[in-house]
């Protein structure tokens, strides 16, 4: 049977990342979905592995072909995944992790509903968000400002997700995140399941 889809959503500075990177052992072979971008790197981020970094120009001409499974604008800036290399993970039956916005969640479990599990992680507190946003110090006020803005917005689509993820101590947010990782795996799509049957049958 074919691979599966794992979509994680939530605040910027949840955690999201450091709970793929705890749980990474756990939870078998995956294929990180990395997105493109039209913003800047970061200091430390690296081109291909963090991001695809390019410009609006590119990433439009992406969207006139496309090449993007789904795609929003940011803060002003373009985020998309683009579909290939998801595809060809899926085909050698991966778990295709995404680290995406809501409106990315939408867009996703609109087109690859049955194979898609998804969860919103998110620290316990708005106030523990603030904290860890500002102890980072990779952004200025502003932009911390606006993040806690959109966390407040985000946090009121928890309902849309098959999980939640409350990331108060990391150890038990990875344990978690392998138990609904682990449980993706297992969820067959439609099509899957209708080839089973059949081949059951004779």
Do not use: C
Not at 5 to 21: F, M, R
Not at 50 to 59: I, R
Not at 189 to 197: H, R, V
């Amino acid at each position: 049977m074919k691979g599966a889809i794992l979509v994680l959503s939530g605040p910027s500075g949840a955690g999201k990342s450091t709970i793929i990177n705890h749980a990474s052992d756990a939870i078998g072979e995956y294929y990180f979905s990395i997105s493109t971008t039209t913003r800047k790197s970061r200091e430390g981020e690296k081109d291909g592995v963090d991001y695809y970094f390019v410009s609006h120009e590119a990433f439009e001409e992406g969207i006139k072909a496309g090449d993007f499974l789904e795609y929003a604008t940011v803060h002003g800036n373009y985020y998309g995944t683009s579909l290939k290399p998801v595809n060809e993970a899926l085909e050698q039956g991966k778990l295709v992790i995404f680290d995406i916005d809501i409106q990315g969640h939408r867009l996703v479990r609109a087109k690859m509903g049955d194979f898609v599990t998804s969860a919103f992680i998110t620290p316990p507190t708005l106030k523990e968000l603030e904290k860890r946003l500002y102890a980072r110090a990779t952004d200025d006020t502003s932009i911390i400002e606006r993040r806690v803005a959109n966390a407040k917005e985000e946090i009121k689509a928890l309902g849309e997700f098959d999980f939640v993820i409350i990331n108060d101590e990391i150890s038990k947010a990875s344990k978690e995140f392998t138990t609904i990782a682990n449980a993706a795996r297992l969820k067959q799509n439609g099509e899957a399941l209708e080839k089973f049957i059949k081949i059951w049958d004779n």
